[in-house]
């Protein structure tokens, strides 16, 4: 028979001591942030979209000040870059230090200026139509799943609705028809163009992220903690906001950073198709829409429509990378 462990007081302290004589630390553990942040860091795609989203959105903050240092006012004409016979610019482009991307045909506007201001325009959009959407999708999602029942229903039914509903069709008439009122309503300049690209984009896209939430949430209602939440009184919002939604998180940074992109896409298409932000201001869809008269002049398509391409690419490459570091199945 063999003699009985002893685990006395003196033998406990001596481990740590003799742990910190070898030159070793105590194991510390580590939470699902830290887990996450360290797959994403070894993901270098997703790193480098990332920073690309920072260095977009540091841009569109500080345009004035970019243009004040390597370009001009974005609406200022340049007539003396404009070749007076063929209204094109002089060179072809017009590209020099003064004019990093060049001048627009016929007027001699700066299309680095135009670039970096059409960042505030799609960028803002982008973000704030991706919030609404995030924020009325989770709420219906997480009330449907949560509560199931007629509530289900009633809530599936106007998902159903949203997503048959033609938006591109919707976003033309009503951004069309709501522009002719500009002058009757307080709103001035550019402002109800935004504030109606906002709504439209925003309000009509929140039922995809709402059925991803939905999904979760009819997992996550039969868990363990949720049941002991139940037994100890807790009521319905309180489990919804304190226990279920603390879960949601991952999925919803994930299809925020996925939702970006295709709202800085459908903003410019609205541009595009003469229903965004009008002229003057300038937006990469209207820079575009400007350019298609201009085939011979390929620079002035080429950098509106580039910014278009790294901006949608970055967030999708930030996107998946996130979504890898915050599955907890993943292996990377």
């Known amino acids: 028979m063999s003699a009985p462990l002893d685990v006395s007081g003196e033998e406990m302290r001596a481990e740590p001591e003799a742990v910190a004589k070898a030159g070793g630390a105590p194991i510390q553990g580590r939470s ?7 797959r994403l860091k070894r993901d270098k795609v997703a790193i480098t979209g990332g920073l690309v989203v920072v260095l977009l959105i540091l841009v569109a903050i ?4 970019l243009v ?8 200022e004409f340049h007539q003396e870059m404009i070749d007076t016979l063929t209204m094109q610019p002089k ?32 960028l803002l959009v982008a973000f704030f ?11 219906m999602g997480i009330v449907a799943g949560y509560f199931g029942g007629w509530v289900d229903t009633l809530i599936s039914r106007a998902m159903d609705i949203f997503l048959a509903f033609p938006l591109l069709v919707f976003a033309l008439s009503l951004v069309g028809v709501l522009g002719q009122f500009e002058t009757q309503l307080a709103v001035k300049g550019d402002t109800l163009r935004i504030l109606l690209l906002i709504f439209v984009i925003g309000f009509f896209n929140w039922p995809y992220i709402g059925r991803i939430i939905r999904g979760q949430t009819l997992s996550l209602r039969e868990r363990e903690f949720v049941d002991a939440a139940r037994s100890l009184g807790a009521r ?26 295709t709202n800085v896409l459908f903003e410019a298409a609205l541009s595009f198709l003469g229903v965004g932000i009008q002229p003057p201001t300038a937006t990469w869809g209207g820079m575009l829409s400007a ?7 390929p620079h002035f398509m080429f950098f509106p429509g580039m ?26």
Do not use: C
Not at 94 to 122: C, Q, W
């Open 32 to 38: 699902l942030g830290q887990i996450a942040w360290m």
């Open 68 to 75: 004040g240092w390597f370009g001009h006012p974005p609406n």
């Open 62 to 65: 500080f345009a004035p000040l």
């Open 236 to 261: 319905g919002p309180y489990i919804l906001f304190r226990e279920v939604l603390p879960n949601l998180i991952a999925p919803i940074l994930i299809y925020a950073t996925l939702l970006i992109p």
């Open 291 to 297: 350019a298609v008269k201009y085939y011979t002049v």
């Open 91 to 122: 060179g072809g482009s017009g590209i020099g230090k003064d004019f990093l991307f060049g001048v627009e045909p016929v007027n001699g506007r700066d299309l680095f200026s135009r670039v970096v201001y059409g960042a505030r325009i799609s």
């Open 129 to 139: 139509a991706t919030l609404l959407s995030v924020v009325i999708g989770t709420v």
């Open 307 to 332: 910014a278009i391409f790294i901006t949608v690419l970055a967030f999708n490459l930030f996107g998946d990378g996130l979504r890898d570091a915050l599955d907890p199945k993943s292996s990377r």
